[in-house]
Nanobody
Framework: QVQLVESGGGLVQAGGSLRLSCAAS????????MAWFRQAPGKEREFAAA????????YYADSVKGRFTISRDNAKNTVYLQMNSLKPEDTAVYYC??????????????????WGQGTQVTVSS
């Protein structure tokens, strides 16, 4: 059974930083692309960042490019999202997710089958 457990969310002032972590179990972590999506109140879930299984490729939404960095440690089965220069519009529940198939990567929600419970990020102005 695949489990993804996020941590690191919280309340931060605009311009501040947070680092999210996601610990994965129940899958061969190094075979799967990982991603972070987010969902703000009243809005649909949207893509934020993705990283390939071999840590070679990363993808970012335009809204976070240059401010967020996704990374992974395959030895620890953990993926991270470093968020800098946070803005109030970054306020959302952030979800860690694993691709539905090994050795594939996408920015589309449909490509991800395994989801964490989410962690709240709130950025105050």
């Amino acid at each position: 059974q695949v489990q993804l457990v996020e941590s690191g969310g919280g309340l931060v002032q605009a311009g501040g930083s947070l680092r999210l972590s996601c610990a994965a179990s129940g899958l061969t972590f190094s075979d799967y692309a990982m991603a972070w999506f987010r969902q703000a109140p009243g809005k649909e879930r949207e893509f934020a960042a993705a990283i390939s299984w071999n840590d070679i490729s990363t993808y970012y939404a335009d809204s976070v490019k240059g401010r967020f960095t996704i990374s992974r440690d395959n030895a620890k089965n953990t993926v991270y999202l470093q968020m800098n220069s946070l803005k109030p519009e970054d306020t959302a529940v952030y979800y860690c997710t694993a691709a539905g198939r090994p050795f594939t990567i996408t920015t589309m929600t449909a490509g991800y089958d395994y989801w964490g419970q989410g962690t709240q990020v709130t950025v105050s102005s």
